[in-house]
């Protein structure tokens, strides 16, 4: 394929125009400008918000009378957001991703507004579906104009500055979000950040149109919506929400929605993945499976990092959480790592190192278990994980467009979402499983609360949660090896 040919972001240029050059320019060139400060915004605002949010939530959820309901104020936006993920793609994928974009972040707006006026819990909870619905749109759209848009080499460096954007968000977000609840009320920190979504959309929509919108094509075929797709992910919402609801409380009559979870998600979830996923077949499929194995494990695993600091080494729940703040700029910074040039002939290798370092500092968090180990271990540690994931991460997105069609960009980056999310959810169950098993007792919310009341949980029930966390990371090790396959055209295409 010629280093010029104009698959390389899906979009063709008009037949008296000069083909772009691929070699040259960058994210913030005249050509760029507009586009990446306006997508860049995007991201940074759905950081904010997913920082913020979980800070003001508690808050939320006591004033309502909705404590029993607090775990469905975060499911509720992972199961529609499941379900967008899939329509985003194809909406995508048929007509463009400006209409999606923009639907998108209008409906996350919405939901924000909902939840930050209503007078009831479940009023709240249909605002976090409603914005859930948004955040699919949105993540997925955005992948599609980084396809079409920018051309492979300038590819690596949007996705660095994607990441780059949750930097300060993860630093200033919780503090923001505390004294604004603190001194104006949560609501605040609801209807707040709809009024900011006016610049990136004024920014960034004329680029989208301009560059992005329609068609991978003017004689492109327009495909035609996949029934089936749709069916199957509502299949795997639907799925992924009766498993969230069974494991609030472990009781026997848990087990009817966990298996008619089950039943509903483990056939979506194989009709939505690339063919060949489960056995990680080289290429497209292992990117998609690798994308799932780095994600949940590291975040299931630091998941129970500041519980585990609070109940076992007295830290204060703030000093708990700082101890992985400088994660944000670690990460950073192995995704602007990946964004170098000289980096592209040896990727697949970077992610190989980058999945042992994940899988390093999962397995090395628990040694503050021993009481001679000093606590800012963990800091380092995660220091390095981060560093590790933020290869990982942005190295993935940017090897499925690479081999993604240009008419295949949407369904292949919902593929690797949904890969993403789902394994956040089966990996967390299963870590809170084992760790409530070996006497952990309580997880999540309650058992913040009861780390912040003293109260303390058995040292082997947090082993019991790193130690297989860091197995399924070094497994990601190996399946990083596969990450090479045949070119994009020959790539296995998703059910």
Known sequence: MSALDPRDTGVAPPADAPLPE????????????????????????IAFEATAVGTAMPVAARELNGIPLYAFAFSAYFTTSLFAMVLS??????????????????????????????????????????????????????????SRA???????????????????????????????????????????????????LALALPAIRRTA????????????????????????????????????????????????????????????LPRGTYRAARGLPSVVLLRGIAAGSFIAAESFVPLMLVTQRGLSPTLAGLSLAVGGATWAFGSYLQSRSWTEPYR????????????????????????????????????????????????????????????????????LQISDGLSNVLLLAAGGAAFAALGGGAVGHAAHTAASAGASSHPAAFAAVFLPMAGVAAVGAWVATRLGGPDRAEAPKSR
Not at 140 to 146: K, M
């Open 22 to 45: 691929r070699t040259g320019g960058s994210v913030l060139d005249r050509e760029h400008r507009a586009l990446s400060i306006g997508i860049v915004s995007v991201v940074l605002l």
């Open 89 to 146: 793609g194809q909406w995508s994928d048929r007509s463009g991703p400006l209409a999606p974009l923009t639907v998108g972040i209008s409906a996350f707006a919405a939901g924000l507004l909902l939840s930050g006026t209503a007078g009831t819990m479940w009023l709240f909870v249909l605002g976090r579906a409603v914005q859930g619905l948004g955040g699919g749109l949105v993540i997925v759209a955005l992948y599609v104009i980084v």
């Open 150 to 200: 920018y051309s492979e080499t300038l590819r690596p460096a949007i996705m660095a500055a994607f990441a780059a954007s949750w930097v300060v968000p993860s630093v200033v977000g919780p503090l923001a979000s505390g004294t604004v609840t603190e001194h104006l009320g949560w609501r605040w920190v609801f209807v707040g950040i709809p009024v900011l979504v006016v610049f990136p």
């Open 213 to 272: 919108s329609g068609p991978t094509g003017p004689d492109a075929p327009v495909p035609p919506y996949d029934r089936r797709r749709i069916r199957l992910a509502l299949g795997i919402s639907a799925g992924a929400g009766l498993l969230q609801y069974a494991g609030q409380e472990l009781r026997w009559l848990s087990l009817l929605p966990a298996v008619a979870g089950a039943v509903l998600l483990v056939p979506a979830a194989r009709g939505l």
């Open 348 to 415: 697949e290798r970077l992610v190989v190192i980058g999945m042992l370092l994940v899988a390093a500092a999962i397995a090395a968090a628990p040694s503050v278990l021993i009481a001679s180990v000093p606590v800012w271990v963990v800091a380092v540690a995660w220091g390095f994980g981060c560093l590790g994931m933020g290869m990982v991460i942005a190295s993935t997105s940017v090897l499925l467009l690479k081999l993604s069609a240009p008419e295949e960009a949407g369904a292949n980056s919902a593929a």
